[in-house]
């Protein structure tokens, strides 16, 4: 139990081009969701957090028009890199957490490789 | 602001023998603390997750300890294997914010 599916699991975009990153809570309801960055041998930076129904929160320094965060359902969240630049090459990561799952825990997506050329 | 620092940032070791992964914490305001595994290019596998009431967990080889006042944690790996090689990850999660604050992480080799 407890599974977070991402889509795509890798993908390669021409600079200036939008991509869209899907988060799925396969078998539970997900009240919020997470999205981390992982650039190579560094550690995961959340870089905002998102409840179903209303507005992301980002993290100081993430872009929030550049980093555009749905979450329509309870089980999806979609990240979109618009305008995608070659520093935007990184490892993107989402978490989903429950309230009718172990209070306060996180379950980790496998992640997303963004590459922009 | 809380900090996460993770020592060594790596480690090579023989096959069999016992070894100790450490992370601090700055601030001890913290709701629980959790170590993960990192293969490359892949996502994270939770190991152990204490509360910040409990003092250590236990899964297999595995046994972490918490020392909330000290803002410490270790990671004890017992009979280490090859397929024990990865990076290790501690996060903790700020009181009531949510958010889980990660070290920079340990990549740990296991060498047969």
């Known amino acids: 139990g407890a599974v977070v599916s991402q889509h795509p699991s890798w993908v390669i975009c021409k600079s200036g081009t939008s991509v869209k990153i899907e988060c799925r809570s396969l078998?539970?309801?997900?009240?919020?969701m997470f999205w981390y960055r992982q650039f190579p041998k560094q550690s995961l930076m959340l870089m905002a957090t998102?409840?179903?129904?209303?507005?992301?929160?980002?993290e100081q320094g993430v872009e929030k028009d550049k980093f555009l965060i749905n979450h329509a359902s309870l089980t999806l969240s979609t990240l979109t890199v618009t305008s995608a630049h070659p520093e935007d090459s990184s490892f993107y990561i989402c978490s989903a957490g429950s309230i009718d799952r172990v209070a306060d825990t996180q379950y980790f997506g496998p992640g997303t490789r963004l590459t922009v050329l | 602001k809380q900090e996460v620092t993770q020592i060594p940032a790596a480690l090579s070791v023989p096959e069999g023998e016992n070894l100790v992964l450490n992370c601090s914490f700055t601030?001890?305001?913290?709701?629980?603390l959790q170590w993960f595994r990192q293969d490359p290019g892949k996502g994270l596998t939770s190991l152990l997750l204490i509360q910040s009431s409990q003092r250590e967990q236990t899964s297999g080889r595995l046994n972490a300890s918490l020392d909330k006042s000290s803002g410490r944690s270790t990671l004890y790996i017992a009979a280490s294997q090859p397929g024990d090689s990865a990076t290790y990850l501690c996060?903790?999660?700020?009181?009531?914010?949510?958010?889980?604050?990660f070290g920079q992480g340990t990549r740990l080799t296991i060498n047969p």
């Open positions: 601030d001890s305001a913290i709701y629980n």
């Open positions: 996060a903790v999660l700020i009181q009531g914010a949510q958010k889980l604050v």
């Open positions: 078998d539970f309801q997900a009240t919020t």
């Open positions: 998102s409840n179903e129904g209303s507005k992301a929160t980002y």
